[in-house]
C-alpha cells in the first residue's frame, strides 16, 4: 500500500483511516487475491488496500447506490463540485431550513447526491435511519460548511476513485453480510469490519450475539482467509466474545484512541483487535504518518504500538 491514505467521500463514525497502515501489514494477498468486504462502511479500508478484483457490499442500500453511480459515470467529480457548490451556497443563506428540506427530499427521492450532501452536513457526519428507514440525522449547524477548500477536498476524494474505478474490477453489491461471504472463494480475502459486538447500536442494522454467532461460523466455513475488525478492551470491560466465540482464532492488538470531543479528557483508549485464521508474522511497526499524508480528518488519532498473541 502506498504511503498515503486516501479518505473516501462518505464519512461514518468509526472511520478507519488512522488503522489502515496497520491492516494493510497485516492482510495476506497478492495482486491476483479477490477482496471480498461485507461491511463497506466509509470504503476507506478497502479503497486502500484491495488490489485489482473486488467485491464490497453494505446492507445501507445509500452508500452502495453513490458509489454504483460514481462507478458508472452517472455522479462525477465536476457534477459534484457544482452541486454542492450550489446547494452549499442556499445552505449559507437558510441553515437549518434547507438542510431539512434536502433531507426530506433524499427520503422522498434517495437521490445519491442528496445522500452526499446530507453525509457531509449533518451532525458529526452520521448515517441513521429511522425505523421507516428514514435519514434522521440533525443538522450539523455549520452553513459554511461548503466553502470552496472543503468542496476541493471532497472533489479530490471523488477524483481517486474515478481513477481507481477506472484501472480495477470493483465491484458493489447491497446484501446482507451472509450472502457476500457465500460468494467468496476459498482464494479470496474476506475482511470484515462489522458494528462491535456490544458498543455500537446505530448502525444501519442492528447487531448482536446471534449475527456475531452467525458471522463466525460463516467465516470458517467459508475456508478462505479472513481478517475482522473489532475491540479488544478498554479502561472499563473487555470484549467477552473474543475469549469464546473467536477463541480459536489469531489476534493483533493496537492501542488506539478515539476522539469523542475537543477537550482532551475526551480522548479514550480503545486496544483494538485483528482476529485472522492465519497466523500473522510480526512486521515492522507502522510509521506514525503525518497529518499532510490525510486527505480529510477522521475520529481518531493513533498510538503506535501492538502485541500479537494466539486466543486461547
Known amino acids: 500500500m502506498k504511503n498515503k491514505v486516501h479518505v473516501p467521500p462518505i464519512k461514518i463514525q468509526g472511520i478507519k483511516t488512522k488503522l489502515v497502515p496497520w491492516i494493510s501489514e497485516n492482510v495476506e494477498i497478492t495482486e491476483n487475491t479477490r477482496w471480498v468486504?461485507?461491511?463497506?462502511?466509509?470504503?476507506?479500508?478497502?479503497?486502500?488496500?484491495?488490489?485489482?478484483?473486488?467485491?464490497?457490499?453494505?446492507?445501507?442500500?445509500?452508500?452502495?447506490?453513490?458509489?454504483n453511480q460514481l462507478k458508472d459515470k452517472k455522479i462525477t467529480s465536476s457534477i459534484v463540485?457544482?452541486?454542492?457548490y450550489e446547494e452549499g451556497k442556499i445552505l449559507?443563506?437558510?441553515?437549518?431550513?434547507?438542510?431539512?428540506?434536502?433531507r426530506a427530499r433524499f427520503?422522498?427521492?434517495?437521490?445519491?447526491?442528496?445522500?452526499?450532501?446530507?453525509?457531509?452536513?449533518?451532525?458529526?457526519?452520521?448515517?441513521r435511519f429511522n425505523r421507516k428507514f428514514k435519514f434522521n440525522v440533525p443538522y450539523?449547524?455549520?452553513?459554511?460548511?461548503?466553502?470552496?477548500?472543503?468542496?476541493?477536498?471532497?472533489?479530490?476524494?471523488?477524483?481517486?476513485?474515478?481513477l481507481a474505478f477506472e484501472q480495477n474490477n470493483w465491484e458493489f453489491k447491497c446484501q446482507s453480510f451472509e450472502d457476500t461471504i457465500k460468494e467468496a472463494n476459498t482464494d479470496d480475502f474476506i475482511y470484515c469490519d462489522p458494528p462491535y459486538i456490544g458498543r455500537h447500536v446505530d448502525y444501519y442494522d442492528s447487531w448482536d450475539e446471534e449475527n456475531e454467532l452467525r458471522l463466525h461460523e460463516l467465516l470458517i466455513n467459508s475456508?478462505?482467509?479472513?481478517?475482522?475488525?473489532?475491540?479488544?478492551?478498554?479502561?472499563?470491560?473487555?470484549?467477552?466474545?473474543?475469549?469464546?466465540?473467536?477463541?480459536?482464532?489469531?489476534?493483533l492488538n493496537k492501542e488506539h484512541f478515539y476522539h469523542l470531543g475537543a477537550k482532551e479528557s475526551n480522548r479514550k483508549p480503545m486496544i483494538e483487535a485483528l482476529i485472522t485464521n492465519y497466523k500473522i508474522t510480526e512486521k515492522q511497526i507502522v510509521e506514525r504518518q503525518p497529518k499532510s499524508q490525510y486527505i480529510q480528518m477522521d475520529?481518531?488519532?493513533?498510538?503506535e504500538k501492538k502485541s500479537t498473541q494466539h486466543c486461547v
Open 140 to 162: 450539523g449547524h455549520k452553513p459554511q460548511r461548503f466553502a470552496q477548500a472543503y468542496i476541493t477536498k471532497i472533489v479530490n476524494q471523488i477524483k481517486y476513485l474515478e
Open 299 to 303: 475520529l481518531f488519532t493513533t498510538i
Open 37 to 67: 468486504e461485507p461491511f463497506l462502511g466509509s470504503g476507506v479500508v478497502g479503497f486502500n488496500v484491495a488490489r485489482k478484483n473486488a467485491l464490497f457490499a453494505d446492507s445501507n442500500p445509500h452508500t452502495i447506490a453513490f458509489y
Open 107 to 127: 427520503n422522498e427521492e434517495q437521490n445519491p447526491i442528496d445522500f452526499l450532501f446530507l453525509n457531509r452536513s449533518c451532525f458529526n457526519g452520521m448515517i
Open 223 to 251: 475456508e478462505a482467509k479472513f481478517m475482522l475488525s473489532t475491540w479488544d478492551n478498554n479502561e472499563y470491560r473487555k470484549n467477552e466474545y473474543l475469549d469464546t466465540v473467536w477463541k480459536n482464532c489469531y489476534k
Open 81 to 84: 463540485k457544482q452541486f454542492l
Open 92 to 102: 449559507s443563506e437558510k441553515g437549518q431550513e434547507y438542510y431539512n428540506y434536502v
